[in-house]
């Protein structure tokens, strides 16, 4: 998270849930939504070949239209791909963001 905590900071305007979720963001008190994307989110990282439309449908159930569907799934998808890119050329993190606290 530390590349993106300015950006998140902005959006979520609460320096102790950023905190949290920085912590752990299953224990953060997220609502049932953030939760699920997040968890759909971390599976798509972590072991994409498990994804089933089980995962989808989980997204559906708690209120997310096919658009944020395809969002969340691009997003995430895209920065996997830059992070790996990145990682694959030794490519070190800006001091500057290290810092942001």
């Keep these: 998270m530390t590349h993106h905590r300015r950006g998140l900071r902005r959006l979520l305007k609460d320096d102790d849930l950023l905190a949290a979720i920085d912590r752990n963001w299953r224990t953060a008190g997220l609502s049932e939504r953030r939760m699920?994307?997040?968890?759909?989110?971390?599976?798509?990282?972590?072991?994409?070949?498990?994804?089933?439309?089980?995962?989808?449908?989980?997204?559906?159930?708690?209120?997310?239209?096919?658009?944020?569907?395809?969002?969340?799934c691009t997003v995430a998808a895209y920065y996997a791909y830059v992070n790996r890119i990145a990682d694959g050329l030794g490519v070190q993190m800006e001091t500057w963001l290290a810092d942001d606290g």
């Design 36 to 72: 699920a994307m997040l968890g759909y989110v971390e599976k798509l990282t972590d072991v994409p070949g498990e994804m089933t439309e089980s995962n989808v449908v989980a997204l559906r159930d708690v209120g997310f239209t096919e658009r944020d569907i395809l969002d969340i």
